[in-house]
Nanobody, 114 residues
Framework: VQLQASGGGLVQSGGSLRLSCAAS????????MGWFRQSPGKQRELVAVITSGGSTNIADSVKGRFTISRDNAKNTVYLQMNSLKPEDTAVYYC?????????WGQGTLVTVSS
C-alpha cells in the first residue's frame, strides 16, 4: 500500500495550494480518505475527511477555506486550501481507512509565511 502525497510548499498568507494524495495497493473507492496535519510540538489533528460515499467533514479551523474531494478513477484525494494562514503551517498527511485497515502517507510540508 502506498499513499503518495504531493503539492506542499511555501506560500504567502492568503495564498492557495492544492494537495494531492495518490493511492495504490488498495481498492480506493472503498476507503474513507482523510487529511491530517501536525505542527511542531502539537498533536496530529484531523483537517478533513471524505467518506467512500462522498460525504465530507471539515475541521472548524479550516471550514470555509479548505475543501476535500476525491477522484475514484484516479485513486486520488485532494485538499484545496485557500486563504492560507501562518497557523496552517504543518506537515500534512494523507490517510486511508476502512474497517480495521488504516494507512498513512509520508506527509507533505506546507509553510505559510506572514
Amino acid at each position: 500500500v502506498q499513499l503518495q502525497a504531493s503539492g506542499g510548499g511555501l506560500v504567502q498568507s492568503g495564498g492557495s495550494l492544492r494537495l494531492s494524495c495518490a493511492a495504490s495497493g488498495i481498492t480506493f473507492s472503498m476507503y474513507d480518505m482523510g487529511w491530517f496535519r501536525q505542527s511542531p510540538g502539537k498533536q496530529r489533528e484531523l483537517v478533513a475527511v471524505i467518506t467512500s460515499g462522498g460525504s465530507t467533514n471539515i475541521a472548524d479551523s479550516v471550514k470555509g477555506r479548505f475543501t476535500i474531494s476525491r477522484d475514484n478513477a484516479k485513486n486520488t484525494v485532494y485538499l484545496q486550501m485557500n486563504s492560507l494562514k501562518p497557523e496552517d503551517t504543518a506537515v500534512y498527511y494523507c490517510n486511508a481507512q476502512v474497517f480495521r485497515f488504516n494507512y498513512w502517507g509520508q506527509g507533505t510540508l506546507v509553510t505559510v509565511s506572514s
